[in-house]
């Protein structure tokens, strides 16, 4: 599959599997699955016919990794990034001492007043590298990357998770644990 199409169909899937599951007639099961034929005969009803082989092309080929197979392969999820009430029955995990967050340079007066917050998310998403955090600034501009100090947030009680593809989530970075460690030349 050419990658053009890759991100098409990756588009579309998590814009209904993270967003709008109801566009396709699709309830999400606990822990966000869908069962695959139901979801490929979805596709097919709303002008993206896909065959099981492609959809496996995509859970293994996106970059992103925001797709993934429950342990027998016939259900499948967005891993993180839903705007619709859906509980990923993640258990808490303990954080690395360190994580990261990428932005765009103009989200970062309000990220040093008010913190990291959700928005219309489920959670903060913390990358566990710089240079992903980076990539994901990137994605909103000239990036500015944080520093979160995930080991005195998790001495404080707070909870963390991390999804099938690596992405730490929480419910909020108060500003105390930031520090700019990156921001573009100039700024």
Same mark, same amino acid.
């Given at each position: 599959?050419?990658?053009?199409?890759?991100? &098409?169909?990756?588009?579309?899937?998590?814009?209904?599997?993270?967003?709008?599951?109801?566009?396709?007639?699709?309830?999400?099961?606990?822990?966000?699955?869908?069962?695959?034929?139901?979801?490929?005969?979805?596709?097919?009803?709303?002008?993206?016919?896909?065959?099981?082989?492609?959809?496996?092309?995509?859970?293994?080929?996106?970059?992103?990794?925001?797709?993934?197979?429950?342990?027998?392969?016939?259900?499948?999820?967005?891993?993180?990034?839903?705007?619709?009430?859906?509980?990923?029955?993640?258990?808490?995990?303990?954080?690395?001492?360190?994580?990261?967050? !990428?932005?765009?340079?103009?989200?970062?007066?309000?990220?040093?007043?008010?913190?990291?917050?959700?928005?219309? &998310?489920?959670?903060?998403?913390?990358?566990?590298?710089?240079?992903?955090?980076?990539?994901?600034?990137?994605?909103?501009?000239?990036?500015?990357?944080?520093? *979160?100090?995930?080991?005195?947030?998790?001495?404080?009680?707070?909870?963390?998770?991390?999804?099938?593809? !690596?992405?730490?989530?929480?419910?909020? *970075?108060?500003?105390?644990?930031?520090?700019?460690?990156?921001?573009?030349?100039?700024?």
């Amino acid at each position: 599959m050419e990658e053009t199409q890759l991100v &098409r169909i990756s588009k579309f899937l998590s814009k209904h599997l993270r967003h709008q599951p109801q566009r396709l007639s699709l309830t999400l099961a606990p822990g966000g699955w869908v069962d695959v034929g139901a979801l490929l005969a979805a596709c097919a009803a709303h002008g993206m016919p896909l065959k099981r082989a492609e959809l496996d092309e995509v859970v293994e080929r996106n970059s992103k990794q925001r797709f993934s197979y429950d342990e027998t392969g016939e259900r499948i999820r967005a891993n993180q990034g839903h705007s619709v009430e859906v509980d990923l029955q993640l258990a808490p995990l303990a954080p690395p001492d360190t994580l990261y967050h !990428g932005t765009g340079e103009h989200a970062v007066t309000a990220i040093l007043r008010q913190g990291l917050l959700k928005m219309k &998310r489920h959670h903060v998403h913390l990358s566990p590298d710089i240079p992903t955090a980076r990539m994901v600034g990137k994605r909103h501009g000239r990036p500015v990357i944080f520093q *979160v100090d995930t080991a005195t947030m998790a001495n404080a009680g707070m909870l963390f998770y991390r999804s099938a593809n !690596g992405v730490w989530l929480t419910d909020h *970075v108060p500003p105390q644990y930031l520090t700019i460690i990156e921001k573009p030349n100039g700024a």
